[in-house]
């Protein structure tokens, strides 16, 4: 089955661009799939940072996208998230996740997060 | 931006109690909506899916009801393992998540 595995620093400094790696296994990157990056916050909620499809074809959410850039890459079958600009709101456990048997944009497969402090 | 709004904040319930959870949105979400349940230091895990799907390995305690801008998550006879932070996300512009509610057994 389909595992994901985050990775990238643990702190960054304010200003500078946010860069993390989610490494897919058990399954293509060229799948049917939409690789997608989610962000909780310490004690705050959910919040979806956009998504995109081995194509290259990229959706953000509107309250990031001027600071969003996803890619993906098809020899490591991975898939990158970069945040520019990065302040402490930006603070944050961020997971990637998709949906295998699930409807698109419902993710049931997740991996198992990354803790990103942004401070200096 | 579709807004989520969960209540209550917390739920403390004892095992074996009925768990109602609600989730009512800004504006309709036909049916495009899911539950997750979290716990600390684990990925969240799908529970319901358009709204009374059952995911994959979901035991049946778990229900999911609603259409339109009001949702329910019901936990039949609550189980110790079920405490947990419980989100509903929609999907039907965008993508958002609500505020979370929190479930304690006494």
Same mark, same amino acid.
């Given at each position: 089955?389909?595992?994901?595995?985050?990775?990238?620093?643990g702190?960054?400094?304010?200003?500078?661009?946010?860069?993390?790696?989610?490494?897919?296994?058990?399954?293509?990157?060229?799948?049917?799939?939409?690789?997608?990056?989610?962000?909780?916050?310490?004690?705050?909620?959910?919040?979806?940072?956009?998504?995109i499809?081995?194509?290259?074809s990229?959706?953000?959410?509107?309250?990031?996208?001027?600071?969003?850039?996803?890619?993906?890459?098809?020899?490591?079958?991975?898939?990158?998230?970069?945040?520019?600009?990065?302040?402490?709101?930006?603070?944050?456990?961020?997971?990637?996740?998709?949906?295998?048997?699930?409807?698109r944009?419902?993710?049931?497969?997740?991996?198992?997060?990354?803790?990103?402090?942004?401070?200096? | 931006?579709?807004?989520? =709004?969960?209540? &209550? /904040?917390?739920? +403390?319930? @004892?095992?074996?109690?009925?768990?109602?959870?609600s989730?009512?949105? !800004?504006?309709?979400?036909?049916?495009?909506?899911?539950?997750?349940?979290?716990?600390?230091g684990?990925?969240?895990?799908?529970?319901?899916?358009?709204?009374?799907?059952?995911? =994959?390995?979901? &035991? /049946?305690?778990? +229900?999911? @009801?609603?259409?339109?801008?009001?949702?329910?998550?019901?936990?039949? !006879?609550?189980?110790?393992?079920?405490?947990?932070?419980?989100?509903?996300?929609?999907?039907?512009?965008?993508l958002?998540?609500?505020?979370?509610?929190?479930?304690?057994?006494?």
């Amino acid at each position: 089955q389909v595992q994901l595995q985050e990775s990238g620093p643990g702190l960054v400094k304010p200003s500078v661009t946010l860069s993390l790696t989610c490494a897919v296994s058990g399954g293509s990157i060229i799948s049917s799939n939409w690789w997608n990056w989610v962000r909780q916050p310490p004690e705050k909620g959910l919040e979806w940072i956009g998504e995109i499809y081995h194509s290259g074809s990229t959706n953000y959410n509107p309250s990031l996208e001027s600071r969003v850039t996803m890619s993906v890459d098809k020899s490591k079958n991975q898939f990158s998230l970069k945040l520019s600009s990065v302040t402490a709101a930006d603070t944050a456990v961020y997971y990637c996740a998709t949906s295998v048997t699930a409807p698109r944009r419902i993710f049931d497969y997740w991996g198992q997060g990354t803790l990103v402090t942004v401070s200096s | 931006e579709i807004v989520l =709004t969960q209540s &209550p /904040a917390t739920l +403390s319930l @004892s095992p074996g109690e009925r768990a109602t959870l609600s989730c009512r949105a !800004s504006q309709s979400v036909s049916n495009f909506l899911a539950w997750y349940q979290h716990k600390p230091g684990q990925a969240p895990r799908l529970l319901i899916y358009d709204a009374s799907n059952r995911a =994959t390995g979901i &035991p /049946a305690r778990f +229900s999911g @009801s609603g259409s339109g801008t009001d949702f329910t998550l019901t936990i039949s !006879s609550l189980e110790p393992e079920d405490s947990a932070v419980y989100y509903c996300q929609q999907r039907s512009n965008w993508l958002t998540f609500g505020g979370g509610t929190k479930v304690e057994i006494k």
